[in-house]
């Protein structure tokens, strides 16, 4: 019998689910607009609408699917995309009836060079994501270290419903997911709605190239509204905006030298991204792979803005107040989304209401008020999911006062410093060189940008001064806060996200409208802007083919995929392991397998859309669940996988809620010949994995529905 093509598999769902998300990604957008004539929706042209549709529909979603999910579960929520979609049929209906088409034509000629773009992202979005498959062995990306968990997520929105469960841990009762899952949410729709034709994990995929499409669609509003100079090169802008976004810093060069380290012996490792070498300050094409939901948040955040924008400049109280009220939806769906881009978006958001109240700016000030209100009362009962006990270090405070770490800054010997004093003395005198690095092209756009408006005789416009507080709100709390909550700084990593947004559009206003000006600087930003998109080629190279060069040898294994080099043999054995059970057992049914993982077990969150009763020795509880709880769970578990332990499966499924355990070749217990492994009969069974039945447990397949 032929092996499987699981690669063609997540290709084909993965399309598919891409062509399902237009019914929570576009239309309900586009119906909205229409219905409240937002941005003067009416009377702009097809082109203006389509590109609109979907950063409002990530902006409106995800809090209506929220609040409408926790208030009638399912049926509410596609009750209300089926009136969205009946809303948009009846507009598209009433304009043919009535034969008004739209104000400008989509020319074929004026769209080829964003289709060519959009054809590209399609290509590097499902590509680079999904199962590579040679034969009998199987290659998940680097990137599946966040998306594997993002999966769970995906999945247990689907199964459990709103709120979601911590799929990590299943103690028996349900806990509640402490997350930011609003984008995951979204994602679940699409897999709810069709499970056979898209996986979770295909719906993921799915989900982000179309938040990558919303960047895009997002980053020409912006042009239209905020950029200054010639709007009839309104296109031309648009097109060097997208290309900027596939953009990163001077990241490569760090990175080489430590590739040429490794390989002359100076360091035991090789990163599997190029962003890995320092504190991350992720870029656009990194961040969407990595972390679709601060994408997502970015642009509702974005998008809430925008609305505000338009709301002081609307005429008349109802438009006011529609743009205004929208725009309160937007931010819930930011901070459900991801919390820490709404925390610094809602930083910004204060910085500019002292700055309205100082101009007088009454209406923008009102705006902001209203805004506020509505955002505060919808985002309510996502607040109260985020209380309980959770992680080890909960009850500290989750921000702490830094200075952007530096990796380099490790060179310089600073015995007996206290750290305290090391930030402060050798990180922040090295920050420059740091955002030189990390920002490379556009903060060398940047520096020219202010040098030229110092040198112009005309003060800052309104939407100049925005961008600008943004900007230095962003990057003021990415350099001098971190985030506590778990080792990573989430915070430094996606707060930084709405500066890169404002230095896009610089870096768009410099190139588009000074070319005479840039002729003394074009050597150095050509350079710069080579060395950002061979980092990106890079970084999409290393990401897609690290396991496979690990078990060529090439560079050391990575112990969360695998101690040794047969990471593609036991991936292909654990996908068949994991699909096998998604048909054997029910999507309420719980398994385990030895929770003493390094970092994490991807390929069970990647492939068996079931829960875990304990996902790592912590039981996942960073998300949700009390640590109490979870020590007795872990020990018994931890003496059911060492090796000499006589514990039968009767015994530990007495006593730990599973309806499959599982065994893997990496396990202690799986070396030892008279351990239940081998004495215990298996349900399925290959070289790396053997599955075991809880006596008890599920004994047939059920309808996943």
């Not at 179309?210 to 097109?239: N, Q």
């Not at 050509?526 to 950002?532: D, E, I, N, Q, S």
Request: with cysteine.
């Amino acid at each position: 019998m032929s092996a499987p093509n699981f690669m063609l598999d997540d290709i084909a769902g993965s399309l598919r689910a891409i062509c399902l998300f237009p019914l929570f990604l576009a239309i309900p957008g586009y119906a909205a607009a229409w219905a409240l004539d937002l941005l003067d929706f009416r009377r702009r042209s097809e082109a203006f609408r389509l590109a609109a549709s979907v950063p409002l529909s990530i902006a409106f979603c995800p809090t209506a699917t929220y609040l409408l999910g926790r208030l009638g579960g399912w049926t509410a929520v596609f009750a209300f995309y089926a009136a969205a979609l009946a809303a948009f049929l009846w507009t598209c209906a009433g304009r043919i009836l009535r034969r008004r088409p739209s104000p400008r034509a989509i020319r074929y000629r004026d769209w080829l060079p964003f289709a060519v773009a959009a054809a590209l992202w399609l290509l590097i979005a499902v590509l680079s994501q999904v199962d590579l498959q040679i034969g009998n062995r199987l290659y998940f990306p680097v990137s599946a270290l966040d998306n594997s968990l993002r999966t769970t997520f995906v999945h247990s929105v689907s199964s459990s419903g709103i709120p979601p469960r911590n799929p990590l841990f299943s103690p028996g009762t349900s806990v509640t997911l402490r997350y930011h899952y609003f984008w995951f949410m979204m994602c679940a729709l699409v897999e709810r709605i069709a499970p056979r034709m898209a996986s979770a994990h295909q719906a993921l995929i799915g989900g982000t190239f179309w938040v990558g499409l919303g960047l895009m669609a997002l980053l020409a509003l912006y042009l239209r509204f905020f950029a200054e100079g010639d709007r009839a090169a309104l296109r031309r802008k648009t097109l060097t905006g997208i290309l900027l976004l596939g953009i990163t810093g001077l990241d490569i060069i760090p990175s080489f030298f430590l590739l040429v380290l490794h390989f002359r012996g100076g360091l035991p490792f090789v990163l599997p991204s190029v962003e890995w070498w320092n504190e991350h300050v992720d870029w656009f094409l990194y961040s969407t792979v990595w972390a679709p939901h601060a994408m997502a948040a970015l642009i509702a955040a974005l998008a809430g803005f925008l609305l505000l924008w338009q709301a002081a400049e609307a005429a008349g109280r109802a438009s006011f107040l529609k743009h205004a009220g929208c725009a309160g939806i937007a931010l819930a769906s930011a901070i459900g989304a991801s919390i820490y881009v709404a925390l610094v978006t809602a930083a910004f958001l204060l910085v500019w209401a002292v700055i309205t109240c100082w101009k007088k700016w009454r209406r923008r000030t009102a705006s902001l008020l209203l805004a506020g209100s509505v955002c505060c009362l919808l985002a309510f009962p996502y607040f109260l999911e985020l209380r309980g006990p959770a992680a080890p270090n909960a009850g500290s405070f989750p921000l702490q006062l830094t200075v952007r770490t530096f990796s380099l800054a490790a060179l310089i010997p600073t015995r007996g410093l206290p750290a305290a004093w090391r930030l402060v003395l050798v990180n922040g005198p090295l920050l420059p060189l740091n955002y030189l690095l990390e920002f490379g092209f556009f903060l060398v756009a940047a520096r020219l940008w202010w040098r030229r408006r110092r040198e112009s005789p005309q003060p800052l416009s309104r939407s100049n001064l925005a961008l600008l507080a943004m900007a230095a709100t962003s990057a003021v709390i990415c350099t001098f806060v971190r985030s506590s909550v778990i080792g990573c700084n989430d915070l430094g990593w996606r707060g930084f996200l709405p500066a890169e947004f404002v230095l896009v559009l610089w870096a768009v206003d410099l190139l588009t409208e000074l070319p005479a000006f840039l002729e003394r600087h074009k050597a150095s930003l050509m350079l710069c802007l080579a060395l950002g998109a061979a980092g990106v080629v890079y970084d999409l190279a290393i990401t897609r083919s690290y396991p496979l060069l690990a078990d060529m040898g090439v560079v050391p294994p990575i112990d969360w995929m695998g101690p040794d080099r047969q990471i593609g043999q036991r991936t292909f054995a654990a996908r068949q392991a994991y699909e096998w059970a998604r048909t054997a057992i029910p999507d309420t049914a719980s398994i385990q397998f030895n929770p003493r993982v390094a970092f994490e077990e991807a390929t069970a969150m990647l492939y068996s859309e079931r829960r875990f009763v304990s996902g790592d020795p912590g039981c996942g509880n960073v998300f949700g669940g009390d640590p109490a709880v979870c020590k007795p769970i872990v020990a018994k578990l931890d003496a059911f996988y060492a090796a000499g332990k006589s514990d039968s499966l009767l015994e530990v499924c007495g006593t730990v809620p599973a309806d499959l355990l599982v065994a893997k070749d990496t396990d202690p217990v799986w070396r030892d010949p008279a351990s239940w492994v081998w004495t215990e009969p298996p349900v399925f069974a290959n070289s790396y994995f053997r599955l075991f039945r809880c006596p008890g447990g599920p004994q047939t397949a059920r309808t996943r529905r």
